[in-house]
């Protein structure tokens, strides 16, 4: 074989087994796709139904279950931008010492075994309600625990935007006469944008994947990941095919829609500079 | 020079929100949890459930279960994700960022409905619950962890090095275990970090696709939490704890060892 070919089969091969992947890997997804399209209970088919669509929006349990989850997600991932936003800026001119221990921090609360901070969380909790300060079950402990949990990935995602900062933006901002506060809103944040919408991305979905934390300290509410598991026993509903294909497809566009907006204006911007160049 | 020492004393504040977070949410209850599984049955100060949970089989079975579990997991995503995160990264096999992209989308899906979709098309297939079925779903489960980087280690990596390797006739394998290899531990380590730590606590994919002969640290604190046994439960979540601080000053050498050499291959 000649070297041309043999780099030409190479090719051919690597691809094969990239798409081979990605095919084992949505297998499932896509299974529990098409099944989202017949009624029965379990994965039989037994004729073509929009029902369990529409069952997933009427559906008491579900439907509770699928709004607590996405408010708990969206007020947890935006206190954890914020806070971990001004942490990360913050870190970055702490001194040695207090900076190693602060790290240590993030480090124990993202490498600490989910059911660990789960049961330490509830301890607290209970420890705080036995004090006599009034912290009631369900919005507020989930709300600050998944806080807590995600604001360290907020700070790593941050971090890398805030090393490439100009460190006299922040200088220009005080020189201009805004106070700390005002810098940092109007000048520092916009800068970390695209590392705070990472973040806040990463924080969003981590409190949606949450089960265990979220089991241990839920209360009397439910969210999506709690309502499975306490239904596995008395065998799942197929309306959760349902919910999972909606997920599914809805993550799915979302994210290819997303990449392709960022890779057309990346190249737009790289066709702007190479213009621009030619000009000089 | 006074003024610029004023400026940083205030911008560090930033970060005090956080620092009261973490002692208010992080370190107070970890304190909490020791307090717990330091107070034995009759309210006393004991190590009395720690030596309960040391001289119980069932503790040492579970303990093995557990890391051996973990381990078969991190070992066989680790095995099949690094030849792929080779191909995504090799610019003439694959230069799209979306295919990347496709590999991460599972991720944004709750993983008990990822399981669930699973164990639907492993009935299907035949496979019931049991051992290899929770072996399925946990590597299933944790695999972007592993890929994602390995993939960012090899994808960033100077492809300088790679040429002077063949430049001073390494094979393409030699090139590989002496160059590429050597020079993507660090990813390897992150990403063993990422799969080996939660396979430790996982639960809930047992539940789903095991059946009752495997019993994981995660089912053993979720039941004896479930008894109220909570004393008993939060010495078992110390020394799970214990066992992630070791685990964990092991990677942080392991990275730093790393970066030292790296260091020295530059010079």
Redesign the interface.
């Known amino acids: 074989m000649t070297n041309v070919a043999k ?1 030409k089969t ?2 051919v091969v ?2 094969t ?2 798409w081979l ?2 095919a084992i ?5 896509l ?2 796709l098409v ?1 989202s399209f017949t009624t029965s209970n379990t ?1 039989t088919w037994s004729g073509f139904s929009t029902q369990l669509f529409s069952n997933v929006f009427t559906h008491p349990e579900i439907s509770s279950a699928l709004t607590n989850t996405l408010i708990i997600a969206l007020a947890s991932a935006a206190l954890a931008t914020l ?2 936003t ?2 990360s ?7 040695k010492p207090l900076k190693q221990i ?1 790290n240590a ?5 993202i ?6 901070t789960a ?3 509830m ?2 909790f209970i ?1 705080i309600s036995n004090i006599g300060i009034p912290l009631p079950d369900g919005y507020p402990t989930l709300i ?2 998944h806080t ?1 949990f995600t ?1 360290p990935f907020v ?1 790593l995602a941050v971090n890398p935007k805030l090393r490439r900062l100009n460190p006299n933006l ?2 220009a901002g ?1 020189d201009l006469g805004a106070g ?1 506060m005002r810098t ?1 809103w109007t000048v520092i944040f916009p800068q970390l944008l695209t590392g705070m919408i990472t973040g806040f991305a990463i924080a969003f ?1 981590l409190s ?2 949450d ?2 934390v979220s089991q ?1 300290n839920k209360g009397s509410i439910e969210t ?2 709690t309502l ?2 306490s239904s ?1 026993s008395r065998g ?1 509903d197929p309306t ?1 095919r349902a ?2 294909s909606i ?2 497809v809805t ?2 566009v979302a ?2 829609v997303f ?2 907006v960022s ?1 057309q204006r990346a190249k737009l911007s790289e066709r702007l500079r190479r213009a621009l160049h030619s000009v000089k | 020079m006074t003024q610029i020492k004023k400026l940083q004393f205030q911008r560090k504040h930033f970060s005090y929100p956080y620092i009261v977070i973490c002692v208010v949410f992080v370190v107070i209850p970890l304190f909490i949890l020791a307090g717990y599984a330091l107070i034995d049955s009759d309210g006393n100060l004991s190590l009395s459930n720690f030596v309960d949970l040391l001289n119980s089989a069932t503790t040492y079975m579970v303990f093995g279960q557990t890391l051996m579990l973990s381990f078969l997991t991190t070992l066989i995503c680790l095995i099949l994700a690094y030849p792929l995160a080779l191909l995504l990264s090799n610019a003439s096999i694959n230069r799209s960022r979306t295919i990347v992209l496709l590999f991460i989308i599972p991720m944004w899906i709750n993983f008990l409905l990822r399981t669930f979709a699973l164990r639907e098309l492993l009935s299907m297939l035949g496979l019931g619950e049991g051992y290899f079925s929770v072996l399925i779903g946990m590597v299933y489960d944790l695999f972007p962890f592993m890929l994602l980087p390995l993939y960012t280690i090899l994808s960033g990596m100077d492809k300088s090095y790679k040429e002077a390797g063949s430049d001073l006739g390494a094979s393409s394998w030699q090139n590989f275990v002496r160059v590429t290899l050597p020079l993507s531990v660090p990813g390897i380590v992150s990403g063993i970090m990422m799969t080996f730590m939660p396979a430790l606590s996982s639960f809930a994919i047992n539940d789903m696709l095991g059946d009752a002969h495997l019993f994981l640290f995660g089912n053993m604190v979720n039941d004896l939490y479930g008894l109220n046994m909570w004393n008993y439960a939060s010495a078992l979540a110390m020394i799970m704890l214990i066992f992630v601080g070791l685990v964990m000053l092991v990677g942080n050498r392991f990275n730093r060892r790393n970066i030292r050499s790296l260091g020295g291959a530059k010079q």
């Open positions: 780099k190479k090719v690597g691809r087994i990239i992947s990605i890997l949505y297998l499932p997804l299974v529990i099944f994965m806070i971990g001004l942490a800026v913050g870190i970055f001119y702490l001194k602060v921090g993030s480090q124990i609360t490498l600490n075994a989910d059911i660990v049961i330490a969380f301890l607290l420890s600050i625990a807590v604001i700070i922040y200088e005080l700390h940092m979905t949606l994947e089960f265990i241990y999506i990941s499975i598991y596995i799942l959760f919910l999972s997920v599914f993550v799915l994210m290819l990449n392709a890779s």
